[in-house]
């Protein structure tokens, strides 16, 4: 079955680095654009990032743009989400999401498949 | 502020219907992609509860139904029982080329 896990998230000072990581299983893993969504405690979620199967697209939230950086490793069936300058509002629940359908541009398809999360919190 | 607008709260007592509703413009719900919607358990991730604007994922019950109309949307719950008591999120396409969400309705089972 599909599996997402996620890794990396953890206690960091403003300014700082962090790298999360997300092992997928169970699924053609190439074939998909995969994406990290991020949710605030006690907010809404927010689309952080995608990128497509062969690395040919890749979007970043305004909110993220130039601090962040996706990538993804097909031979290892893993997304990487490598997260510099590290801002207070980052503070938030990381997942890591698959849509339903295989080649389907990040937020046309439906996510059917989540990972667990994995809490960054950015604090002095 | 969240691309699609939802009510914050929705409230209903247990057999009673609800229905929540998700706002959208032109550049996404309008512009005929589709509309997703997920449901939140408390300390959980979310799940897929309806999409592409009214389907049913297997193992979904069918009190649980979805609408789209022009730039909004609605979900319908049906039969109301205390474990509906979750978050609920729209989704759907937008033209700045992501995915965007509705900031989420809590829905209360009274």
């Known amino acids: 079955q599909v599996q997402l896990v996620e890794s990396g998230g953890g206690l960091v000072k403003p300014g700082g680095s962090l790298r999360l990581s997300c092992a997928a299983s169970g699924f053609t893993f190439r074939h998909y654009y995969m994406s990290w969504i991020r949710q605030a405690p006690g907010k809404g979620l927010e689309w952080v990032s995608y990128?497509?199967?062969?690395?040919?697209?890749?979007y970043y939230a305004d909110s993220v743009r130039g601090r962040f950086t996706i990538s993804r490793d097909d031979g290892k069936n893993s997304l990487y989400l490598q997260m510099n300058s590290l801002r207070a509002e980052d503070t938030a629940v990381y997942y890591c999401a698959r849509p339903d359908r295989e080649y389907c541009t990040g937020g046309v398809c439906p996510i059917d498949h989540w990972g667990q999360g994995t809490l960054v919190t950015v604090s002095s | 502020q969240s691309v699609l607008t939802q009510p914050p709260s929705v409230s209903g007592a247990p057999g009673q219907r609800v229905t929540i509703s998700c706002t959208g413009s032109?550049?996404?719900?309008?512009?005929?992609?589709?509309v997703n919607w997920y449901q939140q358990l408390p300390g959980s991730a979310p799940k897929l509860l309806i999409y592409?604007?009214?389907n049913r994922p297997s193992g979904v019950p069918g009190r649980f139904s979805g609408s789209k109309s022009g730039t909004s949307a609605s979900l319908a719950i049906t039969g109301l029982q205390a474990e509906d008591e979750a978050d609920y999120y729209c989704q759907s396409y937008d033209s700045t080329l992501s995915g965007v969400f509705g900031g989420g309705t809590k829905l209360t089972v009274l």
């Open positions: 990128i497509s199967s062969g690395d040919t697209t890749i």
């Open positions: 592409d604007n009214s």
């Open positions: 032109s550049s996404n719900i309008g512009a005929g992609y589709d």
